[in-house]
């Protein structure tokens, strides 16, 4: 990989800057400092990407899912993302966003020399804010160490992506640590089962054992006629069992799977559904914008004007 633009903002930044004796040289030098600061602050600016990773105690729970529908939702709002695919056991997010065939090279070839980054970096067909990074195309050729995962943020970074979404392994998984170690913030995904709570609280220990502290909650496959029925523990519930401020609730929604097999995320549907505006109410917030929590009972009438009371008493249960 190439970091020679490191090399070159440490240049200009030595004591020669600062020794010239003409004021031709101090005029020349000081043009020099001038652009090396212009760098340097170029060089923040673009490699301020936030570094999110998507998790989970528990397999299956809707990770990919979340990384796709969000993904595509942030490069929609006009933001440059990433995402990168770093669950090598069970890698899918490429069949999600319909771009399985345009995946030739991943991190992995970059890695042996085959191939350059941008290469790597399969850019949406429908949206070119969004890009696609997988890390490896079987379980045998993974060799990428938490080394290799900071140098590959850094570069996308550098390439002025706002927004970088790692699909990670669930938590007890080979590659864990390794994909979680260059972000600074995580969404953990869970469904309201018990068992997939448990494991997330798990995931929860590990990420801050790992000095991640800024992490958020989605419910995924939340059916509010079985928390009606008290069957399904509310979101609420969900929330107030693990302690983590919540991003979003998603519910159960076949569309989920239609989409799945068309390669199209659910939020470029027309028409929403549901579930489709659950995940852009989701990105809304992960980007910073405030948004109403989305009542899944009513769905279809304005929330504000049904009054805070509703979406209340849907996140307190019954
Ligand atoms: P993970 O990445 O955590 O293993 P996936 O995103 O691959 O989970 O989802 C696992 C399965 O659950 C997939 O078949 C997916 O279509 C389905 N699924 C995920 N979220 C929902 C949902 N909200 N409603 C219905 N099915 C869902
Ligand atoms: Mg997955």
Redesign the pocket.
Known sequence: MNFSRHLEINEPITSKSFSSESSKNVSVESKKLEDSTKILQNLSNSSSSRVIVVT?GK????????TANLGMSIARLGYKVTLIDA?IG?R?LDLLLGLENRVLYTAMDVLQGECRLDQALIRDKRHKNLALLSISKNRQKYNVTRKNMENFIESISLLGYHFILI?CP?GIDVGFINAISPAKESLI?TTPEITAIRDADRVAGLLEANGIYNVKLLV??VRPDMIQKNDMMSVRDVQEMLGIPLLGA?????H??IS?NKGEPLVLKKKLTL?GIAFENAARRLIGKQDYFIDLQTPYTNPISQGIKKVQKFFLGN
């Open positions: 989970s397999g299956g729970v809707g990770k990919t899912t979340a669950d069970l899918n699909d669930a995904v995924n496959r998603i519910p159960e929604d076949q989920v799977i799945t579930s």
